[in-house]
Protein backbone atom coordinates (compact mmCIF):
# COMPACT_ATOMS: atom_id res chain seq x y z
CA UNK A 1 0.00 0.00 0.00
CA UNK A 2 1.34 3.33 -0.91
CA UNK A 3 0.52 5.87 1.62
CA UNK A 4 1.69 9.01 -0.05
CA UNK A 5 3.55 8.95 -3.58
CA UNK A 6 5.18 12.11 -5.12
CA UNK A 7 4.41 14.20 -2.64
CA UNK A 8 5.38 17.80 -3.38
CA UNK A 9 4.82 20.78 -2.29
CA UNK A 10 5.08 22.83 -5.63
CA UNK A 11 3.66 26.34 -4.88
CA UNK A 12 4.99 29.08 -6.53
CA UNK A 13 5.87 26.78 -9.93
CA UNK A 14 2.71 26.88 -11.16
CA UNK A 15 2.81 30.89 -10.76
CA UNK A 16 5.89 30.80 -12.97
CA UNK A 17 4.03 28.85 -15.93
CA UNK A 18 1.18 31.86 -15.81
CA UNK A 19 3.43 34.14 -14.85
CA UNK A 20 5.39 34.36 -18.20
CA UNK A 21 2.39 33.42 -20.27
CA UNK A 22 0.39 36.61 -19.43
CA UNK A 23 3.13 39.52 -18.00
CA UNK A 24 5.93 39.96 -19.84
CA UNK A 25 4.46 39.59 -23.75
CA UNK A 26 2.07 41.21 -25.16
CA UNK A 27 -1.04 38.81 -26.64
CA UNK A 28 -0.83 38.36 -30.66
CA UNK A 29 -3.90 39.20 -32.42
CA UNK A 30 -5.02 36.89 -35.11
CA UNK A 31 -7.72 37.74 -38.09
CA UNK A 32 -10.67 35.63 -37.92
CA UNK A 33 -13.56 35.40 -40.00
CA UNK A 34 -16.78 36.81 -38.67
CA UNK A 35 -18.18 33.47 -39.62
CA UNK A 36 -16.09 31.33 -37.05
CA UNK A 37 -17.07 33.61 -34.09
CA UNK A 38 -20.69 34.80 -34.51
CA UNK A 39 -23.90 33.31 -35.59
CA UNK A 40 -27.21 34.70 -36.70
CA UNK A 41 -30.11 35.06 -33.93
CA UNK A 42 -33.19 32.94 -35.16
CA UNK A 43 -30.87 30.58 -37.11
CA UNK A 44 -30.49 27.13 -34.49
CA UNK A 45 -30.50 23.50 -34.92
CA UNK A 46 -33.40 21.70 -32.92
CA UNK A 47 -33.59 18.21 -31.16
CA UNK A 48 -35.88 14.95 -31.90
CA UNK A 49 -36.53 11.84 -29.68
CA UNK A 50 -38.31 9.28 -30.35
CA UNK A 51 -39.13 5.61 -28.49
CA UNK A 52 -38.60 2.89 -30.78
CA UNK A 53 -37.59 -1.27 -30.93
CA UNK A 54 -34.75 -2.82 -32.07
CA UNK A 55 -34.59 -6.75 -33.42
CA UNK A 56 -32.65 -8.98 -35.22
CA UNK A 57 -29.94 -9.00 -32.16
CA UNK A 58 -28.44 -12.38 -31.25
CA UNK A 59 -29.65 -13.23 -27.55
CA UNK A 60 -28.28 -10.02 -26.50
CA UNK A 61 -31.50 -7.70 -26.22
CA UNK A 62 -33.02 -6.72 -23.36
CA UNK A 63 -35.91 -8.97 -20.60
CA UNK A 64 -37.87 -5.95 -19.75
CA UNK A 65 -41.94 -6.25 -19.68
CA UNK A 66 -42.30 -2.89 -20.87
CA UNK A 67 -40.23 -4.28 -24.46
CA UNK A 68 -42.66 -7.43 -24.29
CA UNK A 69 -45.60 -5.13 -24.50
CA UNK A 70 -44.13 -2.81 -26.96
CA UNK A 71 -43.24 -5.81 -29.43
CA UNK A 72 -47.16 -6.65 -29.05
CA UNK A 73 -48.34 -3.98 -29.85
CA UNK A 74 -45.96 -3.81 -32.73
CA UNK A 75 -47.48 -6.67 -34.15
CA UNK A 76 -51.20 -5.91 -33.60
CA UNK A 77 -50.44 -2.92 -35.63
CA UNK A 78 -48.48 -5.09 -38.37
CA UNK A 79 -51.84 -7.27 -38.15
CA UNK A 80 -50.76 -10.07 -35.88
CA UNK A 81 -52.53 -11.07 -33.42
CA UNK A 82 -50.36 -12.02 -30.18
CA UNK A 83 -52.85 -13.58 -27.15
CA UNK A 84 -50.24 -12.37 -24.10
CA UNK A 85 -46.80 -10.82 -23.92
CA UNK A 86 -45.26 -14.00 -22.27
CA UNK A 87 -45.50 -15.35 -26.23
CA UNK A 88 -43.02 -13.31 -27.58
CA UNK A 89 -39.24 -14.99 -26.28
CA UNK A 90 -37.03 -12.35 -24.69
CA UNK A 91 -33.84 -11.44 -25.87
CA UNK A 92 -33.91 -11.00 -29.00
CA UNK A 93 -35.64 -7.18 -29.25
CA UNK A 94 -34.66 -4.38 -27.25
CA UNK A 95 -36.46 -0.66 -26.09
CA UNK A 96 -34.36 2.25 -27.42
CA UNK A 97 -34.21 6.16 -27.50
CA UNK A 98 -33.75 7.54 -30.60
CA UNK A 99 -32.41 11.20 -30.95
CA UNK A 100 -31.24 13.29 -33.33
CA UNK A 101 -30.04 16.76 -34.73
CA UNK A 102 -31.84 18.43 -37.57
CA UNK A 103 -30.18 21.36 -38.67
CA UNK A 104 -31.93 24.54 -40.13
CA UNK A 105 -33.10 24.81 -43.30
CA UNK A 106 -33.78 20.89 -44.02
CA UNK A 107 -36.72 19.93 -46.33
CA UNK A 108 -39.17 17.30 -47.14
CA UNK A 109 -36.85 13.96 -47.74
CA UNK A 110 -33.86 15.02 -46.39
CA UNK A 111 -31.93 12.31 -44.49
CA UNK A 112 -30.15 12.77 -40.91
CA UNK A 113 -28.28 10.76 -38.41
CA UNK A 114 -29.55 9.69 -35.84
CA UNK A 115 -28.41 7.98 -32.84
CA UNK A 116 -30.07 4.67 -30.76
CA UNK A 117 -29.56 3.92 -27.34
CA UNK A 118 -30.98 0.93 -25.06
CA UNK A 119 -33.22 1.80 -22.46
CA UNK A 120 -33.07 -1.54 -20.10
CA UNK A 121 -30.48 -4.08 -19.57
CA UNK A 122 -29.71 -5.28 -23.33
CA UNK A 123 -26.32 -6.26 -23.70
CA UNK A 124 -25.22 -4.96 -26.65
CA UNK A 125 -27.27 -3.70 -30.10
CA UNK A 126 -24.35 -4.80 -32.48
CA UNK A 127 -26.16 -6.14 -35.17
CA UNK A 128 -29.74 -4.93 -34.80
CA UNK A 129 -31.84 -3.23 -36.57
CA UNK A 130 -34.28 -0.30 -35.66
CA UNK A 131 -38.06 -0.43 -36.35
CA UNK A 132 -39.37 2.35 -38.29
CA UNK A 133 -39.96 5.62 -35.34
CA UNK A 134 -41.49 8.38 -35.13
CA UNK A 135 -38.76 11.06 -34.33
CA UNK A 136 -40.78 14.08 -32.29
CA UNK A 137 -40.17 17.95 -31.72
CA UNK A 138 -40.56 19.66 -27.95
CA UNK A 139 -43.95 20.47 -28.90
CA UNK A 140 -44.94 16.35 -29.83
CA UNK A 141 -44.82 16.70 -34.04
CA UNK A 142 -43.74 14.20 -35.62
CA UNK A 143 -40.47 15.69 -37.65
CA UNK A 144 -38.86 12.64 -39.08
CA UNK A 145 -39.06 8.83 -39.05
CA UNK A 146 -35.93 7.05 -38.91
CA UNK A 147 -35.13 3.29 -39.34
CA UNK A 148 -32.17 1.37 -40.30
CA UNK A 149 -29.31 -1.37 -39.19
CA UNK A 150 -27.06 0.04 -36.31
CA UNK A 151 -23.67 0.42 -36.35
CA UNK A 152 -21.92 0.26 -33.06
CA UNK A 153 -18.38 0.94 -34.32
CA UNK A 154 -17.01 -2.34 -32.37
CA UNK A 155 -17.89 -5.31 -30.45
CA UNK A 156 -18.79 -6.82 -27.37
CA UNK A 157 -18.57 -10.95 -26.42
CA UNK A 158 -17.90 -13.25 -23.91
CA UNK A 159 -17.67 -16.40 -22.85
CA UNK A 160 -17.32 -18.89 -19.64
CA UNK A 161 -17.08 -16.10 -17.95
CA UNK A 162 -14.37 -14.18 -19.90
CA UNK A 163 -15.40 -11.05 -22.30
CA UNK A 164 -13.77 -8.61 -24.69
CA UNK A 165 -15.63 -5.41 -25.53
CA UNK A 166 -13.81 -2.79 -28.13
CA UNK A 167 -16.20 -0.31 -27.73
CA UNK A 168 -19.69 0.72 -25.97
CA UNK A 169 -22.57 -1.63 -27.96
CA UNK A 170 -25.39 -0.50 -26.17
CA UNK A 171 -25.73 2.30 -28.23
CA UNK A 172 -24.78 3.01 -31.84
CA UNK A 173 -25.35 5.11 -34.88
CA UNK A 174 -27.36 4.79 -37.94
CA UNK A 175 -25.58 6.76 -40.76
CA UNK A 176 -29.01 8.83 -42.94
CA UNK A 177 -31.32 6.86 -41.36
CA UNK A 178 -34.09 9.33 -40.63
CA UNK A 179 -36.01 10.78 -43.31
CA UNK A 180 -37.20 14.60 -42.49
CA UNK A 181 -41.13 14.33 -42.90
CA UNK A 182 -41.52 18.62 -43.14
CA UNK A 183 -39.88 21.45 -44.20
CA UNK A 184 -37.83 23.24 -41.21
CA UNK A 185 -38.14 27.08 -42.10
CA UNK A 186 -36.11 30.18 -40.09
CA UNK A 187 -36.95 33.66 -40.75
CA UNK A 188 -33.71 35.14 -41.40
CA UNK A 189 -34.17 38.65 -39.53
CA UNK A 190 -36.55 40.83 -39.54
CA UNK A 191 -37.37 44.19 -41.39
CA UNK A 192 -35.02 46.26 -39.35
CA UNK A 193 -32.40 44.13 -40.41
CA UNK A 194 -30.85 41.18 -38.83
CA UNK A 195 -28.88 40.39 -35.42
CA UNK A 196 -25.54 38.61 -35.19
CA UNK A 197 -24.46 36.84 -32.13
CA UNK A 198 -21.31 35.98 -30.62
CA UNK A 199 -20.64 32.61 -29.64
CA UNK A 200 -19.14 33.58 -26.54
CA UNK A 201 -19.93 36.95 -24.85
CA UNK A 202 -17.22 39.59 -25.24
CA UNK A 203 -17.79 43.34 -25.23
CA UNK A 204 -14.11 44.02 -27.00
CA UNK A 205 -15.51 41.27 -30.11
CA UNK A 206 -18.82 42.59 -30.13
CA UNK A 207 -17.28 46.60 -30.37
CA UNK A 208 -15.09 44.85 -33.15
CA UNK A 209 -17.47 43.20 -35.32
CA UNK A 210 -19.64 46.24 -35.12
CA UNK A 211 -16.63 48.76 -36.32
CA UNK A 212 -15.35 46.22 -38.69
CA UNK A 213 -19.18 45.84 -40.25
CA UNK A 214 -19.68 49.49 -40.40
CA UNK A 215 -17.02 50.58 -42.08
CA UNK A 216 -16.97 47.84 -44.61
CA UNK A 217 -20.52 46.71 -45.66
CA UNK A 218 -23.46 47.94 -43.24
CA UNK A 219 -24.63 50.18 -40.43
CA UNK A 220 -24.05 47.74 -37.19
CA UNK A 221 -24.13 48.56 -33.46
CA UNK A 222 -23.59 46.09 -30.60
CA UNK A 223 -26.51 46.47 -28.26
CA UNK A 224 -25.11 44.06 -25.73
CA UNK A 225 -21.34 42.03 -24.99
CA UNK A 226 -22.87 39.26 -27.39
CA UNK A 227 -25.32 41.18 -30.07
CA UNK A 228 -24.92 43.05 -33.12
CA UNK A 229 -27.52 44.86 -34.34
CA UNK A 230 -26.99 45.51 -38.28
CA UNK A 231 -29.06 47.33 -40.64
CA UNK A 232 -29.42 45.56 -44.03
CA UNK A 233 -28.65 48.28 -47.42
CA UNK A 234 -31.55 48.85 -49.63
CA UNK A 235 -29.51 46.76 -52.40
CA UNK A 236 -29.39 43.78 -50.37
CA UNK A 237 -33.16 44.04 -48.71
CA UNK A 238 -34.38 41.29 -51.18
CA UNK A 239 -31.07 39.30 -51.84
CA UNK A 240 -30.34 38.80 -47.81
CA UNK A 241 -28.57 35.64 -48.43
CA UNK A 242 -25.73 37.71 -50.44
CA UNK A 243 -25.49 39.93 -47.82
CA UNK A 244 -24.85 37.44 -45.37
CA UNK A 245 -22.22 35.82 -47.55
CA UNK A 246 -20.36 39.03 -47.99
CA UNK A 247 -20.91 39.94 -44.02
CA UNK A 248 -19.35 36.16 -42.45
CA UNK A 249 -16.79 36.72 -44.62
CA UNK A 250 -15.41 39.85 -43.22
CA UNK A 251 -12.20 39.50 -41.08
CA UNK A 252 -11.42 41.36 -37.94
CA UNK A 253 -8.54 40.80 -34.76
CA UNK A 254 -9.32 38.63 -32.45
CA UNK A 255 -9.81 40.37 -28.66
CA UNK A 256 -7.69 39.56 -25.91
CA UNK A 257 -9.13 36.47 -24.37
CA UNK A 258 -10.11 36.77 -19.99
CA UNK A 259 -6.93 34.87 -18.40
CA UNK A 260 -7.90 31.35 -17.88
CA UNK A 261 -6.27 28.35 -16.32
CA UNK A 262 -8.18 25.16 -17.46
CA UNK A 263 -7.64 22.22 -15.65
CA UNK A 264 -9.11 18.82 -16.26
CA UNK A 265 -7.72 16.34 -12.87
CA UNK A 266 -8.87 12.88 -14.66
CA UNK A 267 -6.45 13.48 -17.53
CA UNK A 268 -4.28 15.64 -16.11
CA UNK A 269 -4.31 17.82 -18.93
CA UNK A 270 -3.94 21.89 -18.01
CA UNK A 271 -4.08 24.58 -20.81
CA UNK A 272 -2.73 27.88 -19.35
CA UNK A 273 -4.13 30.90 -21.57
CA UNK A 274 -1.56 33.71 -22.60
CA UNK A 275 -3.10 36.51 -20.86
CA UNK A 276 -2.86 34.76 -16.98
CA UNK A 277 -0.24 36.33 -14.82
CA UNK A 278 1.76 35.39 -11.83
CA UNK A 279 3.21 37.72 -9.23
CA UNK A 280 6.84 36.88 -7.44
CA UNK A 281 7.02 33.65 -5.62
CA UNK A 282 9.27 30.96 -4.65
CA UNK A 283 8.31 27.22 -4.48
CA UNK A 284 10.00 24.31 -1.98
CA UNK A 285 9.92 20.68 -3.59
CA UNK A 286 10.64 17.83 -1.87
CA UNK A 287 9.56 14.21 -1.82
CA UNK A 288 8.24 11.69 0.55
CA UNK A 289 7.14 8.00 -0.41
CA UNK A 290 6.13 5.83 2.63
CA UNK A 291 6.05 2.08 0.97
CA UNK A 292 4.61 -0.24 3.15
CA UNK A 293 4.81 -4.42 1.01
CA UNK A 294 3.52 -7.15 2.44
CA UNK A 295 3.73 -10.92 1.81
CA UNK A 296 1.64 -13.56 2.82
CA UNK A 297 2.86 -17.18 3.92
CA UNK A 298 1.46 -20.31 5.55
CA UNK A 299 2.94 -21.82 8.30
CA UNK A 300 2.63 -25.54 8.67
CA UNK A 301 2.55 -27.72 11.70
CA UNK A 302 5.41 -30.15 11.94
CA UNK A 303 4.87 -33.62 11.17
CA UNK A 304 5.34 -34.53 14.77
CA UNK A 305 3.16 -32.09 16.37
CA UNK A 306 -0.38 -32.79 17.87
CA UNK A 307 -3.42 -30.56 17.45
CA UNK A 308 -1.23 -28.03 15.32
CA UNK A 309 -3.48 -26.20 12.28
CA UNK A 310 -2.45 -24.52 9.31
CA UNK A 311 -2.12 -20.84 9.70
CA UNK A 312 -1.85 -17.61 7.52
CA UNK A 313 0.83 -15.64 8.11
CA UNK A 314 1.26 -11.68 6.80
CA UNK A 315 4.95 -10.29 6.99
CA UNK A 316 4.86 -6.24 6.26
CA UNK A 317 7.92 -4.45 5.45
CA UNK A 318 7.73 -0.14 5.87
CA UNK A 319 10.04 1.62 4.14
CA UNK A 320 10.49 5.41 3.56
CA UNK A 321 12.63 7.18 0.91
CA UNK A 322 12.92 10.65 1.36
CA UNK A 323 14.57 13.18 -0.89
CA UNK A 324 16.42 16.47 -0.16
CA UNK A 325 13.78 19.65 -0.59
CA UNK A 326 15.04 22.01 -3.20
CA UNK A 327 13.45 25.73 -3.25
CA UNK A 328 13.28 27.68 -6.53
CA UNK A 329 12.44 31.79 -6.94
CA UNK A 330 10.99 32.78 -9.95
CA UNK A 331 10.79 36.60 -10.28
CA UNK A 332 7.65 38.17 -12.12
CA UNK A 333 7.44 38.48 -15.63
CA UNK A 334 9.75 34.94 -16.48
CA UNK A 335 9.87 34.02 -19.85
CA UNK A 336 9.00 30.47 -21.14
CA UNK A 337 12.95 29.18 -21.24
CA UNK A 338 13.10 30.13 -17.57
CA UNK A 339 9.87 28.61 -16.68
CA UNK A 340 10.90 25.51 -18.44
CA UNK A 341 14.44 25.55 -16.84
CA UNK A 342 13.00 25.76 -13.22
CA UNK A 343 10.25 22.97 -14.22
CA UNK A 344 11.97 20.50 -15.60
CA UNK A 345 15.18 21.05 -12.44
CA UNK A 346 12.45 19.50 -10.12
CA UNK A 347 10.59 17.16 -11.69
CA UNK A 348 7.35 18.43 -11.83
CA UNK A 349 4.36 16.48 -13.83
CA UNK A 350 1.11 17.64 -14.92
CA UNK A 351 -0.70 15.95 -11.44
CA UNK A 352 2.11 18.43 -9.92
CA UNK A 353 1.15 20.95 -11.13
CA UNK A 354 -2.88 21.19 -10.84
CA UNK A 355 -1.66 21.15 -6.76
CA UNK A 356 0.15 23.91 -7.60
CA UNK A 357 -1.96 25.82 -9.55
CA UNK A 358 -4.58 25.62 -6.93
CA UNK A 359 -2.38 26.65 -3.84
CA UNK A 360 -1.12 29.40 -5.90
CA UNK A 361 -4.43 30.86 -6.94
CA UNK A 362 -5.43 30.38 -2.78
CA UNK A 363 -2.25 32.58 -1.78
CA UNK A 364 -3.82 35.24 -4.36
CA UNK A 365 -0.55 34.70 -6.78
CA UNK A 366 -2.26 33.63 -9.48
CA UNK A 367 -3.61 36.28 -11.56
CA UNK A 368 -6.28 34.28 -13.54
CA UNK A 369 -9.76 32.37 -13.45
CA UNK A 370 -8.93 28.70 -12.37
CA UNK A 371 -11.86 26.37 -13.96
CA UNK A 372 -11.40 23.41 -13.02
CA UNK A 373 -13.78 20.77 -15.41
Known sequence: MVVGKNKKILIVIALMAISFICCGLKANAYSVRIKDVTHIDG??????????????????????????????????????????????????????????????????????????????DAKSLEGGVL????????NGEVVAVAQGAISTGG????????????????????????????????????????????????????ARVAKVVTSTIAPAKAIDGSTIQITIPDKFYDDRISFISILENLTLSTADSVAKVVINERTGTIVIGNNVKLLPAAVAHGNLTVTVSTTNEVSQPTALSSGGTTQGVSNSQISINKEAGRVIEMPSNANLSDLVRALNSIGVTPYDLISILQALKEAGSLQATLEII
Open 43 to 120: IRENQLVGYGVVVGLPGTGDNSKSTQITNVSLLKNLGTVVDKPDDIKKGNTAAVIVTAIVPPFVRSGDKIDVLVSSMA
Open 131 to 138: IQTQLLAP
Open 155 to 206: TDVSANGSSARTSITTSGRIPSGGIIERDITSEIGDEAGLKLVLNKTDFTMA
